[in-house]
């Protein structure tokens, strides 16, 4: 993969005629705050694109001291985080927009880009289908999938459903309007032969709210499957998600591409991923996992790529 991204850049750069007018104007981060994901993003897309030519001219700001004068005079803007796109798509809206780390239902809410600009966006949750691969990999004795979410989590629960069903799981799940409802809405859906799956919506999963998760779905002996790093430590089982490093290796390929005149590409799931995994706690529910290297390699073959 990185290989074949290498080999793409480097046919726009032939493609363009070369490096001196390619890379006139200015690539703007903008930052949504001083947080340590956003930070490493912003670092890895100029590492990548200053490894790829170090005439790019590339500047970080927080989206809080970031100027109208600034976004108009960027070439490029790339936001990091959903605080940085709502500001600068609402306040200004740049000719070419890449947005970084922000869910594609928060994306999808956001208004639409004005005739003859272009928007793109390289998403921080993870598809449906790669969500269930994990489940598949890594529980294949699990025949029942729970889902508990918000108002927030409508569509990607909706997803999370049909990918399940397809891969033959029975799909539970309960929507609830604020935390008061969840311990109900957990006792519906779990049971031992389901996996709950933790979603991206912060009025059902958050940090008030995780440790009766995780304790009442272990009390139910059901092995949860997280969406970060955090989730994994906290005691679910087992998460796919994607790292800063990794989003921004994918947005700096589309960066350079469009700075050399290149259209921005249709908003997207990101293509590369990592997978985490607990076995203090697979142990402690009569699971055997594989490992973390392995889990990658299954949901890569189902996605018709190779390690």
Known sequence: MRRA????????????????????????LVLSDGSDAYERTATRIRERMSRFSPELVVQSVPVAETSSAQLASATLVVTIGTQAATDVIMSHQPNRLICALLTHQTYDRMQPPRPGSQRTAVFIDQPASRQIALIKAALPQIDKLALVYGDASVRY??????????????????????????????????????????????????????????????????????FSPAYVRAGAVAAVYSTPEQVGDQVASIAIAALQGVNLPPPAYPTQFSVSTNTHVAHSLSIELPTPAELEARILATEGRRP
């Open 157 to 226: 629960a909706t997803a999370l459903s049909a990918a399940g069903r397809q891969r033959g799981l029975d799909v539970r799940s309960a929507r609830v309007d604020d935390s008061a409802d969840l311990y109900n809405a957990l006792r519906d859906v779990l049971d031992p032969y389901s996996a709950l799956i933790a979603v991206p919506d912060n009025v059902v999963y958050n940090n008030f709210t995780i440790q009766n998760i995780l304790l009442t779905a272990y009390r139910q002996r059901t092995p949860v499957i997280g």
């Open 5 to 28: 991204c290498i080999f793409l850049l480097l046919i726009f750069a032939a493609l363009s005629g070369g490096r001196g007018s390619a890379w006139a104007g200015q690539t703007l």
